[in-house]
């Protein structure tokens, strides 16, 4: 009765009550999983413990769904009271809305998305997922654009521009929303564009701010660019944000400068000195009333391998030196697994979290990297065996973080490249590169790894190997329960101390997606999104080739739970 007269307090909403307010409310029910990463700090944990350690065994399939639409299917779903919002691949192609413990239809979104926009979308044409407030439902789209849509009937109540996706700039993540404010990124770091985040009003669907993440030269920080480059230095924010409540704070990751070749946008070596970029690579945290930046950790100052630093910043309190801290956590693409205090900026650690041999460490008190310089490619320097290769450590598939273990669950890579610059000139809609880059695999005889991370000790606790790269993402519960998928598609349920494989079951194509759970009618339910990724594997050579083989291409939303 408790969570029927939650649900009945959200449908009840009144347009006075703040956005955030309703969004608080849904994300402290924890039988709905309300937002991308379950709460604003992305921790993709759920204190849900029906499923358990004692009988993941008998977890069986509640329902199946097709989402009609084949390549990349990303979408982790959102569910709010008793229904279930998840968004296909293609632009979304659709957004549906399922009652979430049969999955029975209740509405079909299908927006007009232009034929020509897998040319402008780096790394295919996925869709991470919708985001909910005040009886909307919020969706970014490979257009550029942005729509809202009554939760309830689907109908679409206001589309805003975002951004030309003609340029190379398409919308793959789902927005973050606080208060009255929807904000959004969007992509487009390989195509030379100048990233941007962007605040829209709830109700209206109208801009109310924009804050590029690469200043003009007359803007604080221009002068870290050589020239005019950063009219096209990339830095686009385009996964997902995170948000502190307390000290009204919101963070997002910023992917790789533009050009890849670092003589066009620095000094082409090590030695950048004030060259490095900003603020690309890095994390922001920013005011989402203004869109002020407050302070900024630049990951990979002046970088030369697409070390994208776009990967989600994951909020907890830890206790660190007899302290508790508020801390940000984030597995950057560079592979070094960084803490710092979320209120301050400033960096606790960051350590090694895969094999990583361009940079020696990451010094906290500089707060730059100690690289090797044999490992920085640039003119007339190729550099050999780089680890890891452009894909990152971790790529956007989300970790979890649960409290209750104190590990941080990271499905990681083992990829290594080489790396040679070449001449490149910027053309509006086109890859604006200027590198070579083969793949090779990287050392001990496994290309994926899933890690369980101790974030204050800074060290790997247990693992699961995987032949290939790109697994899934995770969700971790109060049921001591980490849930992973992979390439191969086989859906796991993992003891979260342990890292004991429960349960396993093979869903006939690969796993990016992270999973969710939620409980309806006093039943638990998981569910995740299948449909390998496409358009990645041709980034990555032989190694890609065995992606592509490990799976078919699929298109489906499982939901299971225990009978």
């Not at 029927?4 to 029910?29: E, F, H, Y």
């Not at 000290?247 to 050009?259: F, I, Q």
């Not at 496994?446 to 101790?454: Q, T």
């Amino acid at each position: 009765m408790a969570s029927i007269s939650m649900i009945a307090m959200l449908a009840a909403v009144t347009p006075g009550v703040r956005a955030n307010d309703s969004l608080l409310k849904a994300q402290s029910d924890s039988n709905q999983w309300a937002v991308a990463g379950h709460d604003y700090g992305n921790t993709r944990f759920s204190p849900l413990k029906q499923i358990n350690t004692e009988n993941a065994g008998k977890l069986t399939l509640a329902y199946s769904f097709s989402l009609a639409s084949l390549r990349s299917n990303e979408s982790s779903p959102i569910v709010v009271g008793n229904t279930l919002y998840v968004s296909s691949s293609w632009g979304p192609k659709y957004v549906y809305a399922l009652d979430a413990a049969t999955g029975q239809r209740k509405w079909t979104w299908e927006p007009e998305i232009p034929d020509d926009v897998l040319q402008y979308a780096c790394c295919d044409v996925n869709n991470r997922g919708v985001s909910y407030a005040d009886g909307k439902i919020f969706v970014g789209r490979l257009d550029g654009k942005l729509t809202a849509l009554d939760a309830a009937t689907g109908k679409s109540l206001w589309t805003a521009k975002v951004v030309d996706y003609k340029q190379g700039s398409v919308i793959t993540s789902p927005p973050l929303v606080v208060r009255d404010k929807v904000i959004t990124g969007f992509g487009g770091g390989e195509y030379g564009v100048r990233g941007a985040l962007l605040a829209f009003d709830i109700n209206t669907g109208k801009q109310v701010w924009q804050t590029y993440t690469v200043p003009s030269p007359d803007e604080p920080g221009g002068d870290t660019w050589k020239g005019d480059s950063a009219q096209h230095g990339g830095g686009a924010a385009w996964l997902v944000g995170s948000y502190d409540p307390k000290s009204d704070t919101v963070y997002w990751g910023t992917s790789n400068p533009g050009p890849w070749n670092t003589a066009v946008r620095s000094t082409g070596d090590g030695n950048f000195g004030k060259l490095t970029n900003l603020y690309t690579a890095s994390t922001l945290a920013l005011d989402p009333n203004t869109g002020k930046i407050k302070w900024h950790i630049q990951t990979t100052p002046a970088d030369a391998w697409d070390y994208d630093g776009v990967n989600e910043a994951v909020l907890a309190d830890l206790k660190i030196g007899g302290s508790t801290v508020p801390a940000l956590m984030k597995a950057d693409r560079n592979g070094f697994f960084f803490v710092a205090n979320r209120e301050t900026g400033k960096v606790l650690s960051a350590e090694k979290y895969v094999f990583s041999n361009w940079a020696k460490k990451w010094d906290v008190t500089t707060m730059r990297t100690v690289e090797d310089p044999d490992k920085r490619p640039g003119p007339n320097h190729p550099a050999k065996d780089i680890c890891p290769n452009l894909i990152g450590g971790k790529n956007w598939q989300p970790m979890s973080f649960n409290p209750q273990t104190g590990l941080v669950y990271i499905p990681s890579n083992n990829v290594c490249m080489d790396w040679s610059v070449s001449d490149v000139a910027y053309k509006r809609g086109v890859f604006y590169l200027g590198a070579e880059f083969p793949t090779k695999e990287g050392p001990g005889g496994f290309l994926g790894e899933l890690v369980a991370w101790d974030p204050v000790a800074q060290k790997k606790v247990w693992s699961i190997k995987e032949d290939l790269p790109f697994n899934g993402g995770t969700l971790t519960t109060g049921g001591g329960l980490v849930f992973a998928g992979n390439i191969h598609g086989d859906f796991r349920a993992i003891d979260a101390k342990s890292g004991k494989v429960l349960w396993s079951r093979n869903l006939g194509s690969g796993i990016g997606a992270g999973p969710v759970t939620y409980q309806v009618d006093g039943k638990q339910y998981v569910a995740i999104v299948v449909g390998r990724t496409a358009a990645l594997p041709a980034f990555l050579g032989e190694v890609g080739k065995k992606m592509t083989a490990a799976a078919p291409e699929g298109g489906s939303l499982f939901v299971f739970s225990v009978q």
